[in-house]
């Protein structure tokens, strides 16, 4: 299996390449506007297999779809159903087995488990998995789910503006990214960095940190490695590397409040994206918890008191956790 990650429109265009190869089939789509969800799954079915069956030549169009269904925990009765009464799950299990029953010794789907909730997504792709392994087949497939791309064997490809920025492990693809989607996934900032004598620099930032590499670097830093207050003097803060930045978004992430930050002074500061707050209660690590979710004492003791002390626009300082810089070769 390759999983591809990044812009739905570049990772798209990729799945639609591939299935435009011999032996493989077309990625599952169900049509769109208003009288389409009355399209019985028959005759949907029908007309995917005589697709898959131009493009593969595997003669799918003649096979019985029965035993795909049942192998993906659709009764063939479904058959009968209207598309507009399947839920999204039975959606999700309908064009893994309209796939499946193609026959084609490689398969491409778009986002297959992207509808399907939490609690039935795991399964479904194990089953998944677990029949590709058995029958030997390829697939391609895209998700900007990290999860789902736990079962891409063949490793995963890191698509951007239609470039392909990284290929590599699932493993590799998130602790060392090259793009912004990976960093994002991961929960890192990502910058362009160069090493040389035996510092490592991000621009013209006073940001710096000892490393053994030698050229151009990328350097991730999380978005609990940096510590923030109002104060510029307050004893939290325990080096020199302290800057000015100003709040210039605020966004809801999971369970997560965040800021992005752009530095005052460039040849100070470094932009990046800080927890600001975590509501599942999980304190920062190297600061006592002030209160119920509060990973940054100096922003306020409480989350009401951050809510009122922060907000777009707001000058707040900044101590990076240099010790948490990582960086790997460009190359």
Known sequence: ML????????????????????????????????????LRVRSWMKSYLRDADAGSGEAASAADPSAALTAFGLRPDVLRRRLEDLDATDRARLALAAAWASGARWLTLIDPFGMVPGHLRTGLRSRFAELVAGEGRGVVFSSNSLTDHAIAEAGVANIEKDQL?????????????????PAELSGVNVYSGLARKGWLSIGHSAVRARTELDGKVFVTLGWRAALLSLDEHDPAFTSATVFEAIVTGLRDRGSCLQAKLSPV???MGLALDVDLADLAGVPRSRTPAIGFGVLHPGLGATITELRTNVKVGTHVFVEVDTSALHAYPVE
């Open 265 to 267: 002074d460039t040849e």
């Open 165 to 181: 920025v990284a290929l590599g492990s699932l493993e590799q693809i998130v602790t060392e990214p090259r793009g912004s989607l």
């Open 3 to 38: 999983g591809l990650m990044g812009s739905p429109d570049s990772t798209t265009s990729v799945v639609l390449s591939a299935a435009a190869l011999p032996h493989v089939a077309p990625p599952p789509r169900f049509p769109t506007g208003r009288r389409s969800g009355r």
